[in-house]
């Protein structure tokens, strides 16, 4: 399976992925998750969203009014430039833990999905979850249709191109109604668990912590998060012959608000990132007449994300006044705290010897589908903690290591 | 002339012009020229850098070899959303001044061309004055053949597309030897004309000056400039699960880089400038794993400018070691301190009524031509002193006294 996905939507410059929504990087993704599904023999199904599913069972209505499928996977999109694993390794090792439990003749007793949900990065429409968020119902389809991407391309018009209905998307309550447990598998976006001293800060029994941590963890929790795009608007002007006292330079307020950030971030044990900006005209002998930052933000609680923003905004203006720049702050997107369902992952943790349990900043589709279906996700050990970057890595000791645990959590749930 | 130009090139949203070099509206730009000289009977010629001359007069072999032709003009290429004067004023007002002595029966004694350079900005390949320098021999061919652009199109690529043979760039001694004098009209890029204190300062005759300064000055001098590319090479990372601490985020570099060259430019009465910045992967989620910011920095004299860009360096190099970020500055270009033809510039300022002599810190061909062809220049009065930006203003009335003072300056050249 790695071996197909190698070359899919891969820069020979970076190395990194750009497998953007609906575009032909992601078109050739897709095709390779039917493909896995039909070789398998599992029923495949595109939902009105572009989700993709393949399911093994839920042939009769008994078995979808039951409502107890058990549900795994990720996603296949990618940020710029991002690595290998996040969401592949998901997808990847669904159909490698399914194929495990078939090889063994589990006895199932409830249908069992693999699951590629769309755009989960938000790389081109700026909103991440897009798939999952439509599904649920915390996405209208008004909303999704004004998404646009950087050349322009509205979401619906990108839709079109790959072949899919745009007036088609909407909420989908009742395939989710089926899933009695969802299980998201990833790759860990930081290094705890190659980090003994950070699993003995989560409370894990440090007889189950080897000198090199653990190979799989389970969420505790995801951070509320959000996106704020910070306009500064100065005045475009000549470099070589605008006097320094004459200028309106939203550079500066730019560069001051990302030390800002930074510094209020470090204060309140929070996170916040100038990641992306944009400048016009861009000119190496022009001062800039606009500058566009993104800010994006994450803390253990409501109240600390939302005094790091404030604070960050309050920074952004005070600047702005020294420079004659006008600041204003959009918010783009927010995302509530996720507390998983404690009854399964507590279950889970257990099933898997006291696996340690893991907050984190990222958002998942996982976090979406936790308000209407009970969710839990494994995580992976990732010995960089680099992630979102071509560098992101896992052993294939690890990969395998998740692969069983799936698999045992997944036969826990479907072949009661 | 300017209802013709008005449109060509003009980006409708911003209002601004996007006239690059060897693109479409450089091509209709550069039709407009030989249309303009066509019709007025002068003698066309493209020479082998793509620069455009129109020749009244320079006929005979004696005529090259007396090398006393005068010649005015400018460039008609833009910055990125720049104003419709910043060159094309002085192509225009060439043209306008010629009519104006022809319509008068003046009794030319020598030759006189009008000449349009290519890429004076620079906007496409990074490198300012790329026509002129090319027939100066202070850029070979193939230092020329080395440029590229934004989209990785190199300059011989964009060369040929546009049908010039990009083989045959290279110096052009014969032809700058038939020059006996250039002199560049342009409008002013700050404001020092329509700021009667700007004007006594710089030790203008009082009273000459009005309470809206004057419409005309002479350029004493180009200050010493160049352009700096910082490399700021971090982790690339993701943004919601790299601790702050983890991070090696070179956009905290950059910030701290871009508010230092202000502090520095300021301290030193120099200016420095980050106008233009490009980051990898530049996604709201993403720690960034590179940034790039181009420095461009101009002074009074060498020395200050090397001793701003060494202070900038240092400060950059300094807050890369906190950040964990490696700096790399590499030098694009470096334009040393242009002092124009004194005998030259004192007699036009002087046929003026002694127009005040202005100092600047923008490159013209003027600037290049002038170490090989004594060199003059007229600034036009700028209102706001808004210069490369859609909101580049000069009033009717001013332009006309450019075109009456540089028919003036010709006469008195051409007609002895």
């Known amino acids: 399976m790695w071996r197909d996905l190698a070359s899919i939507g891969r ?17 050739d993704c ?33 078995d979808i009014a039951l409502g107890n499928a058990v549900v795994t996977g990720s996603h296949l999109d990618s940020v710029p430039d991002g690595g290998a694993f996040d969401g592949p390794l998901g997808v990847v090792s669904a159909f490698a833990a399914l194929d495990r439990l078939r090889e063994d003749h589990a006895a199932f007793t409830a249908p069992v999905g693999i699951v590629n949900f769309t755009d989960e ?31 322009g391309i509205t979401l619906p018009q ?32 930081g290094r705890a668990l190659a980090d003994p001293a950070a699993l003995a800060r989560t409370g894990a029994d440090s007889g189950s912590v080897g000198p090199r941590g653990r190979p799989v963890g389970v969420a505790s929790a995801i951070w509320p998060h959000g996106r ?22 939203p550079m500066l307020t730019y560069a001051a608000t ?12 929070a996170l916040a990132t100038f990641g992306k900006v944009a400048v016009e005209p861009n000119g190496v002998n022009a001062v800039p007449g606009l500058v566009r930052g993104w800010l994006d933000s994450r803390a253990a609680d409501e109240d600390t994300l939302a ?33 998983f369902a404690h009854g399964l992952r507590d279950r889970i943790a257990q099933q898997l010897g006291d696996a340690p349990l893991l907050p984190t900043g990222a958002g998942h589709d996982a976090g979406i589908l936790s308000a209407s279906v009970p969710t839990a996700m494994l995580y992976v050990r990732n010995p960089t903690g680099i992630s979102h970057a071509p560098a992101e890595f896992a052993e294939e000791d690890d990969c395998e290591a998740g692969v069983a645990a799936l698999a045992d959590v997944l036969e826990g749930l479907a072949c009661r």
Chains 1, 2 share one sequence.
């Open 228 to 249: 704020w795009r910070f306009d500064f608007h100065g005045e475009a002007n000549h470099a070589g012959t605008t006097r320094i006292e004459d200028r309106r330079d």
């Open 121 to 151: 990065e938000g790389a081109r429409f700026g909103l991440a979850c897009v798939g999952s968020r439509l599904s649920a119902g915390g996405l209208s389809q008004k909303q999704a249709h004004a998404l646009t991407d950087g050349d």
């Open 30 to 62: 897709r095709a390779w998750f039917r493909a896995q599904a039909e070789s398998r023999g599992l029923a495949y199904e595109l939902d009105r969203n572009g989700n993709q599913w393949a399911w093994l069972g839920v042939a009769t209505a008994e």
């Open 258 to 269: 990302v030390l800002a950030a930074r510094e209020e971030a470090l204060h309140a044990g």
């Open 158 to 189: 990108a839709m079109e191109r790959a072949g899919h209905d745009p007036d088609a998307i909407g909420p989908d309550p009742e395939r989710l109604a089926r899933i009695g447990a969802f299980v998201e598998l990833h790759i860990e976006q």
């Open 307 to 339: 005094a790091v923003v404030a604070a960050v905004e309050h920074a952004a203006a005070e600047r702005g006044r020294r420079d004659g720049v006008d600041v204003h702050v959009t918010r783009e997107s927010r995302t509530p705290v996720v507390e």
């Open 11 to 27: 820069d020979r410059r970076s190395g990194g992925y750009r497998r953007y929504a609906w575009t032909g990087a992601d078109t």
